[in-house]
């Protein structure tokens, strides 16, 4: 009996309760008691939550006039005249108010514009890669390798990878390799830089939704140096004329160092911007195979690998798979270079925001930074809101009396509330239409911070959400002044007695806390960003960064038999002072591999190093100090292929004393073996999130692929002039491509100068949203202590203390926000410093700095109105009654 | 006063509470149709045509036959009135009509 009571399912209480308030007393009988009926019935056929929902839709389908049951005390109401004279009082009070309307609406309007702004880039970072219909079922194999002496995660794979999974696994069905190279490219005697050049398989098409405009998706890419032109790089080239079956000469897989020809197979269209690999040309895969015939093994790892899965199939099982069909591939070969590899599949979707591993194929966002900037977007509107919400609430006083007469009039609450809601609603779509101004106005600069060149701002579904968006944010602010004044009492307050002390005044200097902590918190925020990258800037890096011209030669056969005459020419300028070669550049990793070699007792150790092979030149040149032994020597015929330098961290990592006891080490290193020679102080051959890691340098043969100049003090284009002049004369048919090694330092922290650009500019935001708050309450507050301001001076005060008293109490504010502001920026900016190998300690000064400044501002917002309160004749302000 | 004339729909509610005749209430009228129609109704169209055919005078309506499986619920049972019959008749009478007018040889498949 009792389990049957409990087994009894009865419908959704607050289902039930709804339809009890809407339905006439009378149908509600019928109308309940079928569908309590109902609901016993689908519990059974359907189960109880099908049912519920049922139940709650069909409470919801009986919302129909004929049921709803009627209000008793309504009388009709003519609503639009009602409205309509809302909107006349709430441009009324804007003409009144002009001073404080316009502070209103500005703020407001910057809040909107700097949050849509924000809004637009984060739906533009989340929507990466989304374009592809196979999206989800992409996945790229990425790897984990471990060797003795450290793992680290790379998202590139080897050549066979994509056949073999293929092949192995019947839920792949269909896999694609990418390389991404850069190389120089010739028509008609005149060459260009290409950077985005993709090398890929047929399967590209299948895979990837881009399209083929020219050209059969069936055949091109099919054979060897085969080429196809994004629509931008054809007209590049080739203009009006038709480019399928031109060819191109590029310098990228060309047996002779001369360039080989690639014929135009196919047009294809611009890569879309919110793809997370881009190119302008894309080379057949075929040419790299036949170009590098030896290098198709499981251990040439450089390429990347995405795959196809197969409708309904689970990337956890075919990942729990993978070892297995890495063991028996590579399983012998692991053992004997004892490298591990374990594969992992990362969805094609998540590559951009989520995948920070080494060798990525292009930039990658951050999530960190999404939340981030959408925190402060948040918090800007916040802001903006909260001026309005203190300018009403401090502007409330003044209206009470209009209050209190439509109150005697016979006004109800909710419609002095309806029409303060009006008025903060209009306001708000007036600052909504100013920020769409404002958006056109800055749309350049914001392309040049964020980087996004073809984002359209307003297109899309973002005007959709714009009105909403505005009238919440007119509801949001306008809703506690609105109420607060509503609360007033007819009687007290037409006798004049409605206290501003008592009506929001903790509150309203509870959010100019809240405005000035956030300000704060952002601006030392900021102090600290600038001086980590000022830190940066600055480091010894090990060697003189400055004056280095760097050269490439790109594979250039000339360059590589004309190399001496170049050099030896060069070196006759006055402007030249030295001349290194190398086969990377520095600054941005290099390759590593295996060495073993003896500890001081003579037993043998491995570690895994880097590698740098360089000319004897090469440390002259970039001005890397000697610890101990010497430099490589063109005299001694053995250093070519048995001297090695090793850097201090090696020194370190393979256990000896110090530098004087590595000389004369034996070391082998891939089957090269000699002795090491010397020692070389740690030099950053890395970005600074990078500690310095064992490297050695070894003589090259004569492949290099760098060519570094050191110039003395002189003016940029004479330099590039000089140089310029040499590369010509002795190199007529290539390309001179040049850098400098700063400038390519910078670059390495693009990602951080754009966050902290970004950074400064919203900080500067919030500061001028608060400011201007700041300034329309003061002007507010001092109005109120006319009166006041007028004896104190009648009594004796002077000016200066005037202004003192006033601002007293803003001071006070901002002080109480400082102390917030210290410990979320500390922690804030902890975090971000952690990814930096070499960073600085957070001190005392930004926050000195953000917070003399900003006290520095608010004295001057506050004293601009103090000072004219305070100077003014006390007759005047006491007279006035 | 609403107009008398009887929709598709009407028509079928107005013919299921004569059927059901002394069971004739929201829930049993809309299981009845669905079984002979098989269409699937929801239960606010059939009580809203209710309504809609006892303000037009078909139905005459009173409360009874609470039951524990409406949870003490009372129905709204329903009745034919005369006029309700009277306009059932006479829809069948001008179907009747219109039947016999088409012209027998569309039955018999011809073409024009």
């Keep these: ?881 | 006063m609403k107009g008398t004339n009887l929709g598709e729909f009407e028509e079928l509610v107005l013919l299921t509470v004569g059927i059901l005749y002394d069971d004739a209430y929201g829930l049993a009228i809309m299981d009845e149709i669905e079984k002979r129609t098989g269409r699937s109704l929801t239960i606010s169209s059939v009580h809203k045509a209710l309504m809609r055919l006892e303000q037009k005078g078909f139905l005459h309506s009173f409360m009874g036959g609470a039951t524990e499986a409406r949870g003490g619920r009372n129905k709204r049972l329903f009745t034919m009135t005369n006029t309700g019959k009277q306009a059932l008749k006479e829809a069948k009478e001008l179907r009747n009509q219109m039947w016999q007018a088409i012209p027998k040889v569309v039955w018999e498949g011809g073409n024009i």
């Design chain 1, 1 to 881: 009996m009792n389990d049957d009571i409990k087994n009894k399912k009865t419908p959704p209480r607050l289902a039930n309760r709804f339809l009890r308030w809407y339905c006439r007393p009378e149908l509600l009988d019928e109308v309940a008691g079928d569908l309590y009926e109902l609901f016993q019935r689908r519990v059974v056929d359907k189960g109880i939550w099908k049912a519920k929902a049922l139940y709650w839709l069909n409470v919801l389908m009986f919302l129909h006039p004929d049921y709803i049951r009627k209000r008793e005390y309504s009388y009709p109401v003519n609503h639009i005249a009602m409205y309509k004279h809302y909107f006349t009082i709430a441009l009324r009070t804007m003409k009144r108010q002009k001073g404080y309307t316009l502070i209103n609406i500005l703020g407001l309007s910057v809040g909107i514009a700097a949050f849509l702004l924000i809004v637009r880039w984060v739906q533009d970072e989340l929507s990466f890669d989304r374009f592809h219909t196979k999206a989800d079922r992409i996945y790229r194999v990425s790897s984990q390798v471990t060797t003795d002496t450290e793992t680290f995660s790379q998202a590139v794979t080897s050549p066979p990878v994509a056949l073999e999974t293929q092949r192995y696994f019947p839920e792949v069905e269909n896999a694609v390799r990418l390389d991404m190279n850069d190389a120089i490219v010739e028509l008609d005697k005149e060459k260009w830089k290409e950077d985005r050049i993709l090398l890929t398989d047929l399967s590209f098409f299948e895979i990837f939704d881009f399209h083929l405009l020219r050209g059969d998706v069936r055949t091109a890419l099919n054979a060897p140096y085969q080429i196809i032109l994004s629509e931008t790089t054809a007209r590049k080239y080739f203009g009006d004329s038709d480019p399928m079956g031109q060819t191109l000469r590029i310098y990228a897989y060309d047996p002779g160092g001369n360039g080989a020809d690639y014929k135009v197979v196919g047009i294809i269209e611009d890569c879309p911007a919110s793809s997370h690999f881009q190119y302008d040309l894309l080379i057949s895969f075929k040419t790299y195979e036949t170009y590098n015939p030896d290098r198709l093994g499981w251990f040439n790892n450089g390429l990347y690998t995405y795959l196809l899965l197969r409708e309904g199939a689970s990337p956890q099982a075919l990942e729990a798979k993978l070892p297995q069909f890495l063991e028996l591939f590579m399983g012998e070969g692991m053992k004997q270079y004892q490298t591990f590899h374990t594969y992992t599949l990362q969805p094609l979707k998540d590559i951009y925001l989520h995948s920070e591993l080494r060798s990525e194929i292009g930039a990658t966002g951050s999530v960190g930074y999404i939340i981030l900037f959408l925190t402060i977007g948040v918090f800007i509107l916040v802001l903006a809101c909260i001026n309005y919400i203190n300018l009403a609430t401090a502007l409330a006083i003044q209206k009470t009396k209009e209050v209190g007469v439509r109150k005697v009039m016979g006004a109800l609450r909710k419609q002095l509330v309806g029409q303060y809601l009006v008025e903060s609603v209009c306001v708000a779509l007036i600052a909504l239409g100013v920020a769409l101004l404002m958006i056109e106005g800055i749309k350049p600069f914001f392309y040049t911070v964020t980087g996004k060149f073809n984002l359209s701002l307003l297109g899309g579904n973002v005007l959709y959400f714009l009105i909403p968006l505005a009238i919440l944010i007119g509801i949001v602010s306008g809703i506690f002044p609105a109420l607060l004044l509503s609360r007033a009492l007819p009687a007290t307050v037409l006798k004049g007695q409605f206290h501003p002390k008592r009506s929001g005044d903790t509150l309203r200097k509870g959010l100019v806390m809240f405005q000035f902590a956030i300000s704060l918190t952002l601006i030392c925020g900021l102090l600290i960003v600038h001086e980590q990258m000022q830190y940066i800037r600055q480091k010894d890096l090990g060697y003189d960064k400055d004056r280095l011209l760097i050269l490439r030669e790109n594979g250039s056969q000339e360059v590589k038999d004309h190399f001496e005459a170049f050099k030896n020419d060069l070196l006759q300028q006055p402007l030249i002072q030295s001349v290194g070669c190398s086969n990377s550049m520095i600054g941005g990793g290099l390759g590593n591999s295996l060495a073993t070699t003896e500890d001081n007792k003579g037993n043998p150790v491995s570690s895994s190093i880097n590698k740098l092979h360089v000319d004897a030149d090469f440390t002259t040149t970039y001005g890397i100090t000697f610890l101990a032994g010497r430099n490589f020597s063109g005299e001694i015929a053995s250093d070519a292929t048995e001297a090695f330098i090793v850097n201090e961290a090696a020194v370190r990592a393979f256990g000896w004393p110090d530098a004087e006891s590595a000389i004369g080490k034996k070391f082998n290193q891939n089957g090269e073996e000699g002795h090491i020679i010397g020692v070389v102080q740690n030099f950053h051959y890395n970005s600074l999130f990078h500690v310095v890691e064992p490297l050695f340098l070894a003589l090259g043969d004569r492949y290099y692929s760098r060519i570094t100049i050191r110039y003395r003090p002189a003016d940029l284009n004479q330099v590039l002039s000089v140089v310029g002049q040499s590369w010509k004369r002795h190199f007529p048919n290539s390309l001179m491509d040049y850098s400098f090694q700063d400038e390519s330092l910078e670059s390495q922290y693009k990602a951080e100068q754009r966050f902290s650009q970004i950074g400064s500019t919203f900080t500067a935001l919030s500061m001028l949203i608060a400011c201007l708050g700041l300034f329309g309450l003061t002007s507010f507050t001092t109005r109120q202590r006319t009166k006041e301001i007028g004896i104190r001076k009648v009594l004796g005060a002077s000016t200066t203390q005037i202004l003192l008293l006033l601002s007293r109490e803003f001071i006070k504010l901002v002080l109480v926000a400082l102390l917030l502001a210290v410990p979320l920026a500390c922690l804030g900016m902890e975090a971000w410093l952690e990814d930096f190998a070499y960073r600085i300690t957070i001190g005392v000064w930004p926050f000195i700095i953000a917070g003399g400044s900003t006290l520095l501002v608010v004295w001057l917002t506050v004293s601009y109105q103090s000072v004219k309160a305070a100077s003014a004749n006390p007759v005047a302000s006491l007279r006035s009654e």
